[in-house]
């Protein structure tokens, strides 16, 4: 009880009556916070006041009488209220105990009668109040329950249910209570479909903890719901038995999370045991648990004998430091899983290369139970990946580095000698006459040559100095570290004495030697690319003083470099700007009269002036832009042709001198046909000229392309016969039809003798084999006659006419007058 004295309202339409019981009341102790002597001052009071009980009369003014006055103020505040009343007859009591009064007097009472009502009335109100709240509680607490919860008597009859058994039942509270638990609950057996014994009944006979049971409830609906029961006896604090209570789970949702996680294993160890890469589960100390098809056979292994094996060991020694640092990465919840390319050596000592995507299957407390690995075997592709490094860094016919690898090991070692102040070596190395190897025996054999060189060649220097093979027959050595020019040319002359050894295949004997240009770290370049050219610059010298030796680099030969490169710009800038021009040169047959023309490239230089090709074209042959301009002459002659013709003169004939560059060039034909074609000429109109050498250089590859030309209505004749090869039987092979007997034999016919014999032999031989010889270079009026005496078909030089462009021929010969006519162009 509280220490605070109670607070009473009196409600007594009687005023002696309500004065006598205040000073009573206050005379107990109590407080009286107001009388009212109607319905509506009652309850104005009540609001007003707030006591702690209420004495009311139920006979009162106002609209309503004490009973449902007591009703209204119990509306609005559960507070107790004792009737007083000189009534007690049935319907009065009748009515006051609907509104449930703690305490009823009837007039007149007695003093100790009010304060005994008073105390009763409030510890009644207290224990109501606190068995409504436990009440409230206890219903709150089982509709909060997730769980169906039914209660019985000991008679098995429902005492109540809660909303989450409401549900599954299919009733009501209300419609459940009183019935007997089998009325209302009807459970089967999950498989058979039978009835359950009567859990309630089977509870309140055992004790100990219940059992969780599994079954299938049906509802009043008709709806089947498998859940979990599980019924307990209800007992008091005397151990009576006071009822039964029962628990209904509903695991519907258990259930299919457990069909969803069956199938997905069953879908995982099928997708585990067809699955097209390997695929195992590894203990976390490394044992294999279970492996697939794939994985047993990409290990080489039995299925019953891999579980006997640690994934550990078959890891390659070279890589189990990677692989440990990847799993204590897992281990630790650093990585979620991790994929890598390693080594594994299976039992039969086979080394297969793998790409593993290893994760983690963990416990609730994050332990690492077991890992997933999948395993695919990569051994081809990598396999692949080498092959195609190889191809991209190495020489495929000797193994040695190639132009690429070559370029970046010099970087490297210039980068490591700048750093230590050391100096470096390029030797750039071309064999000797190797063109007659591959010209008389094959190319197999020069491939062979190649392969042997290279061997000498890795044999003959230090194992920390880099060979590789620029291509070719052009090979290159780096020193790396070297003390002075001495200890290099040591190396020359050994590198020279191995060259010198002749080679074997199919039992020929192979000879060869080589020239060799040096370059030097830092004293002539300090790139890569410069010491590259300035070795090549020096090995042309070398080949030059005699081959089979040996040239340093001077730096005297830097302005030459420089001239060079210069001169290689400057024919770029001719070609785009059309800066060339063709003159041409009359061909006269043995009676004096003009029988066709050679045109001869030209340079309008826009400082230097007119520029012959003997001082542009050996450049232009090495830096490539040959065939550009090639193809510009063969062009600017087409359409030349194309007007004579158009003006009338339609037996104009043109050849083109070929260089050896142009001629080695893949579309040479397409280019040739597709120029006549352009500009509507016949075949016919056009020959090609060619130097020996060109020819000569690949035999067989210049064979089948004059075959073809020929083939296409082209006329071939050799250019400068007499300086190169002069081989009967490459004449006798080629598709040829005529011969130009070299300058150079002209310049003192006819009194010396030897040049006479020579002269004579070509004409007499070129006679036989039925093709057309040409004296070219005739100057005086005695070479002429001396060619005319051998029987030399056409006579070309000074003596006649000098070389002039196309306008200032054309009214020489009066084109379009003269029939038979024709002219041979010239990019020499």
Aim: glycine fraction near 8%; aromatic fraction near 6%.
């Amino acid at each position: 009880m509280s220490d605070k004295p109670t607070r009473v309202l009196i409600v007594e339409d009687e005023a002696i009556i309500a004065m006598d019981l205040a000073q009573r009341l206050e005379s107990y102790g109590y407080v009286v916070t107001g009388i009212a002597a109607s319905s509506d001052q009652a309850i104005e009071l009540f609001d007003s006041t707030g006591p702690d009980l209420v004495m009311m009369d139920i006979v009162i003014r106002g609209g309503m009488d004490g009973v449902e006055t007591a009703a209204r103020l119990r509306e609005r505040r559960d507070v107790p209220v004792i009737y007083l009343t000189a009534f007690s007859d049935d319907e009065t009591l009748r009515r006051a105990r609907a509104t449930a009064p703690q305490g009823y007097l009837l007039k007149p009472f007695r003093p100790d009668d009010i304060r005994a009502s008073i105390e009763v009335a409030l510890v009644k109100h207290a224990m109501d109040s606190r068995l409504r709240q436990s009440e409230e509680w206890f219903s709150r607490t089982l509709c909060s329950i997730g769980e169906g919860v039914v209660a019985t008597d000991t008679a098995g009859r429902v005492r109540m249910i809660n909303p989450i058994a409401e549900g599954l039942i299919g009733l009501s509270d209300a419609e459940a209570v009183g019935q007997p638990i089998g009325a209302i609950l009807d459970l089967r057996h999950e498989r058979s479909g039978l009835p359950v014994p009567d859990p309630v009944a089977g509870a309140m006979m055992m004790s100990g903890l219940p059992a969780q049971c599994p079954a299938l409830l049906t509802t009043r609906s008709g709806a089947v719901t498998p859940v979990e029961y599980a019924a307990a006896p209800i007992i008091a604090g005397d151990g009576e038995l006071m009822g039964c209570v029962l628990v209904l789970r509903d695991i519907a949702r258990r259930r299919e999370m457990e069909r969803a996680l069956a199938e997905s294993e069953r879908r995982f160890h099928s997708a585990f045991e067809y699955a097209a890469i390997g695929m195992a589960l590894v203990a976390a100390d490394g044992r294999f648990l279970q492996a697939n098809d794939v994985a047993v056979a990409m290990l080489g292994v039995h299925g019953e004998v891999i579980a006997g094996l640690s994934f550990l060991h078959l890891c390659h020694e070279g890589d189990r430091p990677m692989l440990d640092e990847y799993l204590a990465r897992l281990m630790d919840n650093s990585l979620p899983s991790f994929q890598i390319e390693l080594r594994l050596v299976t039992p039969d000592s086979r080394v297969v290369w793998a790409l593993l995507s290893v994760s983690a299957v963990r416990d609730d407390r994050g332990t690492t139970r077991y890992y997933i690995v999948q395993l695919q075997d990569v051994t081809a592709r990598r396999s692949a990946e080498e092959q195609l490094v190889f191809v991209a860094y190495y020489d495929a016919l000797t193994g040695l580095s190639n132009r690429t690898q070559i370029n970046r090991q010099l970087e490297q070692s210039i980068a490591f000698c700048r750093r230590r102040g050391e100096q470096l070596a390029v030797m750039f190395i071309d064999l000797d006459n190797f063109k007659l190897v591959n010209g008389s025996l094959g190319h197999n054999a020069g491939d062979a040559l190649l392969r042997d060189v290279a061997r000498r060649l890795k044999g003959a220097v230090r194992e920390t100095d880099i060979v590789g093979r620029l291509g070719g027959d052009e090979f290159v050595v780096i020193l790396p570290g070297v003390e002075d020019d001495s200890a290099v040319a040591g190396v020359c002359t050994k590198l020279i004495a191995a060259m010198e050894l002749p080679c074997t295949f199919e039992e020929h004997l192979i000879q060869t030697s080589c020239s060799i240009g040096i370059s030097r770290f830092p004293n002539d370049a300090v790139t890569g690319d410069r010491l590259i050219v300035a070795a090549d610059d020096a090995m042309y010298r070398a080949k030059e003083l005699g081959k089979n030796g040996f040239v340093f680099y001077s730096s005297e030969w830097g302005r030459q470099i420089n001239q060079r490169m210069v001169l290689e710009a400057d024919l770029r800038r001719a070609l785009a700007e059309s800066q060339f021009e063709l003159h041409y040169q009359p061909i006269h047959d043995a009676d004096g009269g003009v029988h066709s023309l050679e045109a001869l490239l030209r340079w309008q230089h826009p400082e230097r002036g007119l520029v012959a090709p003997d001082v542009f074209m050996q450049s232009a042959e090495r830096s490539g832009l040959i065939v550009p301009i090639g193809a510009w002459v063969l062009r600017t002659v087409c359409s030349q042709l194309r007007a004579w013709h158009d003006a009338g003169a339609v037996d104009v004939k043109v050849a083109v001198n070929l260089s050896a560059r142009q001629f080695r060039d893949p579309d040479l034909v397409g280019l040739v046909m597709g120029t006549l074609a352009e500009f509507d000429l016949d075949p016919s109109c056009l020959a090609l000229e060619l130097t020996e050498s060109s020819i000569m250089q690949q035999p067989e590859r210049a064979r089948a392309t004059l075959d073809e030309l020929r083939r296409n209505g082209l006329r071939i004749a050799v250019d400068d016969f007499g300086t190169g090869y002069s081989s009967l039987s490459y004449l006798k092979r080629l598709p040829i039809h005529a011969l130009k007997i070299d300058r150079s034999f002209m310049t003192d016919l006819p009194d010396n003798r030897e040049s006479g014999a020579i002269v004579s032999a070509i004409v007499t031989m070129s006679r036989a084999l039925g093709l057309t010889v040409v004296g070219e270079g005739v100057e005086n009026s005695a070479q002429a006659r001396f060619l005319n005496d051998l029987g030399c078909d056409l006579l070309q030089g000074f003596l006649f006419e000098q070389p002039a462009p196309a306008m200032v021929i054309e009214s020489l010969l009066g084109l379009g007058r003269r029939a038979g006519m024709g002219s041979a162009v010239s990019v020499q």
